[in-house]
Every structure is written in C-alpha cells, then in structure tokens.
C-alpha cells in the first residue's frame, strides 16, 4: 500500500515513524514550511520533515492547498506532486493545513486522520490540552476517514487511555502518540483487506478544543484549587500558567490541590511557605505549588527557587498580569 504522509509536529512524527518501520511505501510527505524558532529565530524544519529527510523520502511544504486561495503557486505544486505519488491513501497527523475537497477525494481510499481524542468529545485544535483542563477519567486515539467538516468525519478506530493524575499536556501527548501511531498501522493493515467498518459519530456528546492562547497563561486565582492545578497541567509545556507577585511573572509548572482547606479568605494570598510547597488561597481550597520559574531562569523547585525569589506568608499572587 503507498501511503502519502500528512503532518508536522512530533506527534505526527511518530505516525510517520511507525508507517516508515511497518514496510508501507510513503512516495511522499506534506509537511508546514519551516518556521523561525529560538532566540536567533533561525529557520528549524518540522520534525516530519526531518524524518523525511533522514530516510530519502521526497518532502513537499505548500503554504495552502486551496487551488484559489492566496498561494495558488504552492496549491498548484502540491496537487502535482500527490496525484503523482498515486497513493492508496493519505494518512494526516496535526498537519496544520485545511484539506480541499479535491485532497480528499484524490487518494482511492480517501484520508485517514489520527485524533488524539475520543470523537466526537475534542474536536478542534488542541484535545490534549482540554481534556486534563476539563479533568476528563480518560480520552484516546480515534482514526477518523476524513470529510469536509471540522473533525466531524466517521471513525475507524477508537482506543482510549486514562489519564492519570499527574499527567501533563508533555506527557499525555507522549502516550497518545505512541497509541496513534500503533492504531494507524492497524487502520492501514484492516484496509487492505477490507476490514475496516466505518461507524458515524454519534451526535450526542460533541465537544470542541479550541485553540490554547497565550493570553489562557494568567492564572485566575478566583477559580477552585483543584481547577487552577488542572490548568497548570494542562499548559505544561505550552503556555505554562503564570501569576504575578512582587511585580514579577512567575510561571507555574507543578501543583495540586490540598484536601480539606477552609473556604474563605483573599484569592491569591499565600498562605505558607515551606521547602516542600508554596500554600496559595484560590476561590475555593488551598493550591499547593511545587515548581516555579523566573523570567529567563529554569523551572526550580520551591526550595531552589527560594534561594533567588523571596516569598512570604502575607504576600499576593495577583489574579491577572498586569
């Protein structure tokens, strides 16, 4: 089977990964232009790209795929090149681009999306990161058949993984990667021999991961303990949860709620300050902070960064950066 390869990201990367090591003949990989990173802001190619590199397979990085939209040129290019390939279908893993209806209808089995959520709860861009937010038992991999609308597409296959209570966004993406690159293997191998049985996506149930903004950092210190220690989770390692004290922006890194802290009191206010922990009063409960970061500096724990940051009971994490 000739399988083109659609992503960008590391996530994507371990789909590609595991296809590449499974014998399937990838003629070609689609992946987003490189972009400026780092503090030289040199241009870095994405991790899918690099893999392409490193096994010789021909790599193309369209700008847009929309045959009129602004770059036709890039359009034009990349539709050449995948009706060249002649694949049996195209696998897509967080590729970044909107796919045209003739990119879908182009490969003889269509396109095959590997989501890293249990369809149809987390459509949308960021899945990983809403699921720990929301405080979700579990989420997983589905294979979708891709279609027209936003995630909307039938699934295939469907695997679902706990979430365990110090799962990060970091470290559940690793998880769900490892699972999606297995499950797509799977999909391509049922497929082949006409195994798979496509199931619609129940209506009931939809919920949507939109996209984490920079400005989603600023801890709201009104907000339960037990919510803000979801959220720290959830933005680790982007964009990190930050507060403000002493007129500094601190970032958050690790933190969990205390069971059985009093109500009351000014959100914010640190309550205690031990080697161990940082006691902040949120809305509702006590947050127990265990690793924190300057401005420039690396995530410490409390007891380092105490050696550089002085913090008092007394002092006032503000609810908003200013």
Sequence with gaps: MKVIFAGTPEFARAGLERLH????RIPLVLTQPDRPAGRGMKLHASPVKLFAQEKGVPAAQPRSLKLDGKYPEDA????AAIEAAQADVMVVAAYGLILPQWVLDTPRLGCLNI??????????AAPIHRAIEAGDAQTGVTIMQMDAGLDTGAMLLREAVPIAADDTTASLHD?????GARLVVEAL????CGGLTPVAQPEAGVTYAHKVEKAEAAVDWSQPAEAIARRIRAFDPFPGASGVVAGEVVKLWAANALAGTADGGAPGLIE???PDGLHVRCGNGTLRVTQLQRAGGKRLRVADFLRGFELKPGMVFESRPS
Excluded at 175 to 179: D, E, I, P, R
Excluded at 189 to 192: G, T
């Design 115 to 124: 989501h890293a959520s249990l369809l149809p709860r987390w459509r949308g």
């Design 76 to 79: 034009a290019a990349a539709k």
């Design 175 to 179: 998880k769900l990667a490892a699972l």
């Design 272 to 274: 205690a300050v031990a």
């Design 189 to 192: 191998e049922l497929a082949a």
């Design 21 to 24: 090591a499974a014998g399937f």
